[in-house]
């Protein structure tokens, strides 16, 4: 799961208005090729290399057996696999449109109407590469962006539409996550109390910040300086006014999760595994899919490249998956879930009409 980060304060100095930055001023503040220059995504890269390098040696994975165990993959297993992981994304482009037309029920709606699905769908795609190579979710503004400049819409309340369905994402994700802990884990709930504890505090903080946005709003603007009081309502409308809709919402975000899970399901299946606990086929496979989500959430590496497969392992293990059978899923799935983000990604980052701070056609 990708999660939305506080504006970049490079980015709050340098807005010429309301609705957002300049084109100029934000090609200069979002440029990607920059932002990979700066020794910020150095050091992150590094980080990972050193998460990475970490979890091999103590997981002590034998080379050999590996490749054994990936030279068994099932290229139409894993093509299913990728299939249901893309469907992903069509999913996430309505939900977004939902939002935004929660949003801007009244001016610009017409402008939001007209906005497609494969559009949206698009510029997700390019902030979900952005996030693969860029630390701090930088694509999350980026994304906001690219669509104020298609619909001439306010960049601030389209940042508000998308920090709401982040915590549409974490509310779903730490039901799901707490349900499927007890079941897999039943009383062994302490070996896996980070992620669950890490769960549950984002939900606990989503609910207060709505809660401080619904309750506390005319204190908060009192407290902010005057030359952002404008800034703050629209994200706070683009925010609250999202949640609209919500069964609509909660009922698109449950099945974007199954189908997180059903790709690393297809991914055991393509490499010949399976994994029952205690009878339970799909319940482990939600949990590993929801828990490696909860670890993206940590900002130190892009993509959380390193702390995912880090942590996917460790939680393979510790449920009795050989670990050179836990190291080939974890290379596997991270190809669908990570290098196939940033190298597709990359080719529609470079024709995507909608990128490059280039208004579409």
Known sequence: MRTMAAPDPQIEEQTADWGGPSDQQAEEALSIGRRLANWKSVVSFGFAVVVLAVAIA???VDPTALWHNIRRLNIGLFLSAFLVYYLTFPLRGYRWKVLLQNAYQGEHSAAVDEMSVRGLSEILYISWFVNCVVPAKLGDLYRAYLAKLW??????????????????????????LAATGLLVFHNRLSHVGVILGLGLALAVLGIAILVAMKTMSERIRRVIPARFVDRYIAFEEGTLHSFRRLPLLLGLTALIWLLEGTRLQLVFSSLGFQMHIQGIPFAPMLFLALGTAVLTTIPFTPGGLGLVEAGLLSLMIFLGVPKEAAAAVVVVDRILSYWSIAFFGFLVYLLSKRSHFRHPV
């Open 58 to 60: 103590k997981g002590g």
């Open 151 to 176: 619909a001439h819409i306010s960049w601030t309340k389209t940042i508000g539409t998308v920090v709401a369905e982040r915590l549409v994402d974490i509310l779903v994700l730490s039901v799901l």
